[in-house]
């Protein structure tokens, strides 16, 4: 279950939604690595990669959206910070499946300095 799933802009949620209701029925934290997707499956595991640095992330997707045409994900405040895109409204990343669970994965990887 690997390869590039998409290519496109990631966003991420503002503060102001931290302790609403995600999608799935959780509370949203805007500390924890998630994310929201369109379409993929709640609880599925993706790895968001910065094209412009090719550090990444791994998020569990618990919401939907975003609803902004040419985003593909939005991310937490964590995950967006993980990445160094809190600066930016959206930034272009590549998104891949890597599965229900995130044993033996990273949450923050990059290149090797």
């Known amino acids: 279950m690997g390869g590039a799933l998409q290519s496109g802009d990631a966003s991420w949620y503002a503060s102001k939604f931290h302790g609403r209701r995600t999608a799935n029925g959780e ?3 805007h500390l924890s690595m998630t994310a ?11 790895r968001v990669t910065l094209l412009a640095t090719e550090k990444s992330i791994v998020v569990r997707i618990n919401d939907r959206g ?3 045409r040419g985003r593909i994900i939005d991310l937490s ?22 599965g229900k669970t995130a ?5 923050v990887d990059g290149p090797e300095s």
Not at 77 to 98: C, D, F, M, N, P
Request: aromatic fraction near 12%; proline fraction near 5%; charge should be positive.
């Open 27 to 29: 509370r949203y934290d």
């Open 36 to 46: 929201a997707h369109r379409t993929l499956p709640f609880g599925s595991y993706v």
């Open 66 to 68: 975003p609803f902004v």
């Open 77 to 98: 405040y964590a995950a967006a910070k993980a990445l160094g895109l809190t600066h930016a409204r959206s930034r272009r990343v590549q998104i891949e499946r890597i």
């Open 103 to 107: 044993d033996k994965l990273t949450s």
